[in-house]
């Protein structure tokens, strides 16, 4: 099965590298010609995955169209690229798995709602978890989530992607998969913001129990299961997230914790922090739901420049409830 990655970025890159692990030919598509150029001739990426050396059998290229020659396609750029980029890319009948952790502005929609629009033919699968891309490229023990509505076509991509130290575990929950990607990275925000603020550590394990309350309350009402969001790709992650600089959206956290704006913070990042994208969506997609995200609205308040100390105050002054409704 020859795989091609779009999206050369930290992630796209990473799996890329665990795709070519046993000197199997892969093909990265990169929008950067830098990146193309460093990978083809160096075996780096010094953009967006510096210090890792990837295996030789990665062909990077620029040309979309050099996709339509692979068996199975995993579509690693951010969500609100996802669709113009599926547009243009040549699919066949490969299958695309999709590996971006969000939900389109405007649509309201997942990732493989997306997918499902724009190429309604290509079964679909979903590849999410706690995977920092630096940690899955230097090869240390990772586990994820690999979703698939067609289980035989799961079993074979996890199967190929499989090695000794990366372990797909098969699901057949697709939207479960996405929602705990997509709701943690929001969550993620807000843990940091009480790391920069100084809110200790009774707050952060507060915040990421009540957090997954929230994810759960909102993945049930959108038909996800909830040992999935208890799994890999949602309680895993969120406490991966949660927990550790090394994450985009925790260290937006820690910035707007300490009193930045999150425009500043936001402004010239050639990194995506997908949380700041999703949390706008997810408080729209949440009231239409009728599901109540108290930390989600919080984040959303943050974003749009609310003090740090009236939205904890806030947070702290409702009403006190059950802990289970
Ligand atoms: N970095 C990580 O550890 C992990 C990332 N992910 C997810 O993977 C997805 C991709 O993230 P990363 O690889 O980390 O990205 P990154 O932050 O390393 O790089 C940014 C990416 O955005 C692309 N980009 C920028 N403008 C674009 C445009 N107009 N059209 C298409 N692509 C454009 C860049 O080419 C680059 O590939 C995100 O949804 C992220 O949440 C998931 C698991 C782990
Ligand atoms: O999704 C990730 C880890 O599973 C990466 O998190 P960040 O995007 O916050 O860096």
Not at 26 to 31: E, G, P, Q, T
Not at 117 to 131: F, M
Not at 248 to 273: E, K, M, P
Not at 307 to 325: F, G, I, M, N
Request: aromatic share 4%.
């Amino acid at each position: 099965m020859k795989i091609g990655v779009i999206g050369g970025g930290a992630w796209g890159t990473a799996l890329a590298s665990v795709a070519a692990r046993d000197g199997e030919p892969v093909l990265l598509w990169a929008r950067e010609p830098d990146v193309v150029e460093a990978i083809n001739a160096g075996h780096e990426n010094p953009l967006f995955l510096p210090g890792i050396a990837l295996p030789a059998s990665i062909r990077a290229t620029g040309e979309l169209s050099l996709s339509a020659a692979c068996d199975a396609l995993l579509v690693v750029v951010p969500t609100q690229f996802v669709r113009a980029i599926l547009a243009e890319t040549p699919v066949g009948s490969a299958p695309l798995v999709l590996c971006a952790k969000g939900m389109e502005a405007g649509t309201r929609l997942l990732v493989s709602e997306v997918a499902h629009q724009v190429r309604p033919e290509a079964a679909i699968a979903v590849l999410s978890g706690p995977t920092f891309a630096h940690e899955v490229a230097a090869g240390q023990p990772t586990a994820v989530t690999l979703a698939c509505a067609d289980e035989a076509i799961g079993q074979q991509l996890a199967d190929r992607l499989a090695s000794p130290t990366f372990r797909p575990y098969a699901s057949n929950d697709v939207i479960g998969a996405e929602i705990g990607g997509a709701v943690k990275n929001v969550l993620a925000i807000a843990c940091g913001v009480v790391e920069g603020a100084g809110l200790g550590q009774n707050a952060r394990a507060a915040l990421i129990a009540r957090g997954f309350a929230e994810m759960t309350r909102f993945g049930l009402a959108r038909g996800a299961r909830a040992e999935t969001l208890a799994g890999l790709s949602g309680l895993g992650d969120l406490v991966l997230t949660c927990s550790s600089t090394s994450s985009r959206n925790f260290s937006l956290g820690v910035g707007l914790g300490q009193g930045h704006a999150a425009r500043d913070l936001l402004a010239d990042r050639r990194t995506v922090a997908e949380g700041a994208f999703t949390a706008p969506v997810l408080r729209e997609a949440a009231m239409e739901a009728r599901v109540d995200m108290p930390v989600t609205e919080a984040v959303c308040a943050l974003l749009d420049g609310a003090d740090v100390r009236d939205v904890v105050e806030a947070l702290l002054a409702r009403p006190l409830t059950r802990e289970h409704r």
